[in-house]
């Protein structure tokens, strides 16, 4: 039995399902190695505009595997303590792979979201829940510290400080609704109308240029990131003419509000008529 499952369930999307609902989709190294290679990929396939995560199951994933964690790979002669670095390293490669994709990761949270699973859901670029989802940042439960796999960072990003710290150090769960309300997620849906809501999102963006939202996509990822605002506006504004320079999307949106149809952005610009004085 595979534990990930990969479809395209309409062109331009592909969806990415955990696929070990009996162990709601604990983040076992059977598992999470699987998604690392697949996420890096699907990167690369240009027919993948926007990539979809979720859980099979009811839940999105459990974090920790308490049974059986599986094998960490290449450590014959190897430590424990050099072991666990590697074995951390794996899981910290999965939360990387998600926010280096050329695509926008959609987190589809169809239910528990938990420890290492929060971690995955607040690596995805957009999170819809079920009514049925929650989130708990496990470790400090479990006598460990609940900043793993860059929570500590992303959480207080998207919620603000305050919250984030009072729900690691609290180690209490957060219902759908509540994370609606907060910003952890972007909207809340029933669990049956929950893919076909993340695919009506992933549609809108699929309608804008290719360039453009991965340009946009890494922009705010680099904004977290950025020393200051005049430093990250360079960065913007350089992105920005690199686009408008080399493409023709913009005379091409132009053209298309007048004339009353949809854009086609072609992400190329025709230099043939500047080329050609006829």
Request: aromatic share 6%; hydrophobic share 45%.
């Amino acid at each position: 039995m595979s534990f990930l499952q990969i479809t395209k369930p309409r062109p331009g999307i592909t969806l990415v399902t955990m696929n070990r609902p009996e162990r709601m989709n604990a983040m076992a190294f059977d598992v999470m190695i699987p998604l690392r290679d697949a996420l890096r990929e699907i990167s690369f396939d240009n027919e993948a505009r926007v990539v979809v995560l979720t859980g099979a199951g009811e839940g999105f994933s459990s974090g920790a595997d308490h049974k059986d964690d599986g094998i960490v790979p290449h450590i014959a002669g190897l430590t424990v303590p050099t072991i666990a670095r590697r074995a951390l390293k794996i899981l910290d490669e999965v939360i990387l792979s998600i926010r280096d994709m050329h695509q926008p990761v959609i987190g589809a949270i169809n239910g528990a979201a938990i420890g290492g699973g929060l971690c995955l859901a607040i690596a995805c670029d957009i999170r819809v829940a079920s009514t049925e989802a929650y989130f708990r940042a496990a470790g400090i439960n479990n006598g460990l510290t609940s900043a793993e796999l860059g929570l500590s960072y992303l959480l207080p990003r998207a919620i603000g400080s305050s919250r984030a710290f009072e729900i690691m150090l609290s180690g209490r769960d957060v219902d759908a609704e509540e994370a609606d309300r907060i910003g952890l997620v972007s909207r809340v849906v029933e669990p049956e109308a929950l893919l076909d809501t993340c695919y009506a999102l992933a549609e809108r963006i699929l309608g804008y240029s290719h360039i453009g939202v991965e340009l946009t996509k890494q922009l705010l990822w680099a904004s977290l990131d950025a020393g200051g605002l005049h430093a990250h506006m360079n960065h913007e504004g350089h992105a920005q003419l690199y686009v408008r320079l080399t493409t023709d999307n913009f005379e091409e949106s132009v053209r298309a509000r007048a004339e009353g149809r949809k854009p086609v952005f072609r992400d190329d610009r025709d230099y043939a008529h500047k080329l050609d004085p006829k």
